[in-house]
């Protein structure tokens, strides 16, 4: 995706999260992952629960449920719930990226 919902000061500030370029994620910012979005970097859960669709990763049509401290893929699909994730690498470093390039 182009953009990504950004968690400004999570978990200490309380404003909604601002809309910012995945160009702009930086390892270590916190984004809000809504139901049926595509996840727009790796990262680590940090809070929520859901099922993310993996399949253009792994090939497995099931989603596999994630919660607090399970990682997630950029690229991979968010299901029912919404996810909080820190982010551990975009761009280049992400396991997508290091996968095309093989």
């Not at 139901?35 to 990262?43: F, H, I, L, R």
């Not at 859960?45 to 669709?53: I, L, M, N, P, Q």
Request: net charge negative; hydrophobic share 40%; glycine share 10%.
């Amino acid at each position: 995706p182009p953009s990504a919902m950004l968690c400004v000061d999570w978990p200490v500030n309380k404003e909604p999260p601002k809309e910012v370029l995945v160009a702009e994620l930086r390892s270590g910012d916190v984004l809000q992952v809504l139901p049926g979005s595509v996840v727009p970097a790796d990262g680590v859960v940090v809070r929520g629960e859901s099922a993310v669709d993996e399949s253009m990763l792994t090939g497995e049509a099931v989603p596999v449920s994630k919660q607090v401290e399970d990682s997630v893929v950029g690229g991979s699909y968010n299901g029912p719930g919404p996810l909080w994730i820190c982010v551990t690498a975009v761009g280049a470093n992400s396991a997508l990226s290091k996968i095309m390039s093989l």
